[in-house]
């Protein structure tokens, strides 16, 4: 079995009834979208996406520092 990295999972077959009420429902939480009972993706918030992103180029940068 793989490991969920989200409280929130629907199929994906909920999902695709009505994406809009899943955004909804989920707030600012991320929502695992499960197929077979597998996750197929997960769905964030852009405000989220926007701060993993930051934080992966942090790391890029913190690590192109500490090669040099």
């Not at 629907?10 to 597998?38: D, M, Q, W, Y």
């Not at 926007?50 to 520092?65: G, I, V």
């Amino acid at each position: 079995m793989e490991t969920v990295f989200s409280d929130l999972a629907v199929s994906i077959s909920e999902f695709k009834k009505n994406p809009a009420e899943t955004l909804r429902k989920a707030g600012a939480r991320p929502v695992a979208v499960l197929s077979h009972n597998k996750p197929a993706f997960y769905m964030v918030e852009a405000k989220l996406f926007a701060l993993m992103l930051e934080n992966l180029a942090d790391l890029d940068l913190a690590d192109s520092l500490l090669s040099e």
